[in-house]
């Protein structure tokens, strides 16, 4: 049984990420547990609050990419360290970036154990990807890796400011009655921005950082630190791995840039192909389409909003960035609300769901510089003109994510850890 009875998680950071917590705390609370949720935003009056709930040793703080971990106001100093450090808690940390991204936070909590020592020793990570997890291990093995934690589905529970919307969500939705065919949720970075960082050096750097780049288009299978590692190696000679850790962090625009690369492409071959396509987010007017005439940009909106935007189309198109092991909560969020999910594959995602199962996979390749997207093209064509296999796809793949991948089925996980 678990000693935990109370939880900590926060909002006022990421609206993602609060959006998360939220769905998770709501999982807590049905279970018993009482959850503070801390506002980042209004830290100074919660601070006395939390020490007020905290129950030594028998609270948990959960939180999702190092929030409340970043040397907030009101909750860090650089002489007495974090208020949790002062209380017997245990810290479960939801990275869902890749650890690369966070290597800045693995070294201020190592120089905040010093202030304080314990901090390291109730750390615990957990990881949206197994190769995530294999990098913990090799990079950052003062760090107790806690395990693999896939991110969730949220389904919509008919609640909306927009009643059309909201007539929509009371019923289960048939693709015949939704109002556009394909979205993609998620922004765009003009492939331009990144040049500061691949041409800010020298020439010789250039080619160094555009050999990954196009190693990585190329084989969209290998992942992101693989293909660094590769490099350098090549460049440099056989390296340690505990050499390249630092580089790696400061050489993750190349994970951006193909990230925007494969978005980028994907949309411009289906748009380019006529079909009807909205986008939600930011920097897409700086795509260039042949033909712009079926392609809308639906400004950058908040987490509930996407859900309803995915359950009113047929089809939400996901490009994973670069979860070779895990997956995207757009994936899930899709199937749960009834829209087919047209994704490229991982390891993990193709154990859960084959094909056919709310989703249809692509292959990467078909995006790559060589290929004209034609078996893109094809594909879409093909779900598009039967409506009833979309649903019935769409049924088969939620009976699966209802059941097995939700936020309250990651809660129960994390209760597990708990005792």
């Known amino acids: 049984m678990s000693k935990i009875e109370r939880i900590i998680m926060f909002e006022g950071g990421?609206?993602?990420?609060?959006?998360?917590?939220?769905?998770?705390?709501?999982?807590?609370?049905?279970?018993?547990?009482?959850v503070f949720y801390f506002n980042l935003e209004d830290a100074a009056s919660d601070v006395k609050k939390v020490k007020k709930f905290i129950l030594s040793g028998k609270t948990a703080i959960?939180?999702?990419?190092?929030?409340?971990?970043?040397?907030?106001?009101?909750?860090?100093?650089?002489?007495?360290?974090?208020?949790?450090?002062?209380?017997?808690?245990?810290?479960?940390?939801?990275?869902?970036?890749?650890?690369?991204?966070?290597d800045n936070?693995?070294?201020?909590?190592?120089?905040?154990?010093k202030i304080l020592p314990g901090l390291i020793k109730k750390y615990h990570h957990l990881s949206i990807d197994r190769e995530h997890q294999k990098y913990m291990r090799i990079f950052y093995p003062q760090f107790d890796e806690a395990g693999f934690l896939p991110l969730a589905g949220t389904r919509l529970d008919g609640?909306?400011?927009?009643?059309?919307?909201?007539?929509?969500?009371?019923?289960?939705?048939?693709?015949?009655?939704?109002?556009r065919d394909i979205i993609f949720t998620g922004n765009y970075t003009d492939l331009a921005f990144f040049d500061q960082y691949i041409y800010g050096i020298n020439d010789e750097y250039a080619q160094f950082y555009m050999g990954m780049i196009d190693d990585l288009i190329a084989n969209p299978d290998k992942t992101v630190e693989n293909v660094i590692i590769s490099h350098c190696n090549e460049e440099m000679g056989p390296q340690r791995l505990s050499d390249l850790r630092v580089p790696i962090h400061k050489t993750i625009f190349v994970d951006m840039f193909?990230?925007?690369?494969?978005?980028?492409?994907?949309?411009?071959?289906?748009?380019?192909?006529?079909?009807?396509?909205?986008v939600v987010g930011a920097g897409?007017?700086?795509?260039?389409?042949?033909?712009?005439?079926?392609?809308?940009?639906?400004?950058?909106?908040?987490?509930?909003?996407?859900?309803?935007?995915?359950?009113?189309?047929?089809?939400s198109v996901n490009i994973m960035p670069w979860f070779k092991n895990g997956v995207h909560d757009r994936v899930f969020n899709s199937i749960i609300n009834d829209t087919v999910c047209f994704t490229d594959g991982?390891?993990?995602?193709?154990?859960?769901?084959?094909?056919?199962?709310?989703?249809?996979?692509?292959?990467?390749?078909?995006?790559?510089?060589?290929?004209?997207?034609?078996?893109?093209?094809?594909?879409?064509?093909?779900?598009?003109?039967?409506?009833?296999?979309?649903?019935?796809?769409?049924?088969?793949?939620?009976?699966?994510?209802?059941?097995d991948h939700t936020w309250k089925n990651r809660a129960k996980k994390l209760m597990e850890l708990f005792s």
Not at 367 to 376: F, M, P
Request: negative net charge; contains cysteine; charged residues 30%.
């Open 14 to 34: 990421v609206e993602t990420l609060d959006y998360f917590s939220r769905q998770m705390g709501q999982a807590f609370e049905a279970h018993g547990l009482l």
């Open 284 to 315: 897409w007017e700086t795509l260039p389409l042949k033909k712009p005439n079926r392609f809308t940009i639906i400004p950058q909106t908040n987490s509930r909003r996407c859900l309803e935007l995915i359950k009113d189309s047929r089809i």
């Open 105 to 113: 936070r693995f070294e201020h909590l190592l120089e905040d154990d």
């Open 159 to 179: 609640k909306s400011a927009d009643t059309v919307i909201c007539d929509k969500i009371a019923k289960e939705t048939k693709a015949k009655d939704k109002s």
């Open 62 to 102: 959960v939180t999702f990419n190092f929030e409340g971990f970043e040397r907030e106001e009101y909750i860090y100093d650089h002489v007495r360290g974090y208020i949790w450090q002062h209380f017997d808690i245990e810290i479960y940390n939801i990275a869902v970036d890749h650890p690369y991204f966070y």
């Open 258 to 278: 193909v990230r925007s690369y494969f978005r980028g492409k994907m949309i411009q071959t289906l748009a380019n192909a006529g079909f009807e396509i909205a």
């Open 346 to 403: 991982s390891g993990y995602l193709n154990e859960v769901l084959s094909d056919g199962e709310g989703l249809r996979y692509y292959d990467l390749n078909d995006l790559s510089a060589k290929s004209d997207g034609s078996h893109i093209v094809d594909s879409m064509e093909k779900l598009l003109s039967d409506y009833d296999k979309l649903d019935s796809m769409a049924e088969a793949g939620k009976k699966i994510v209802s059941a």
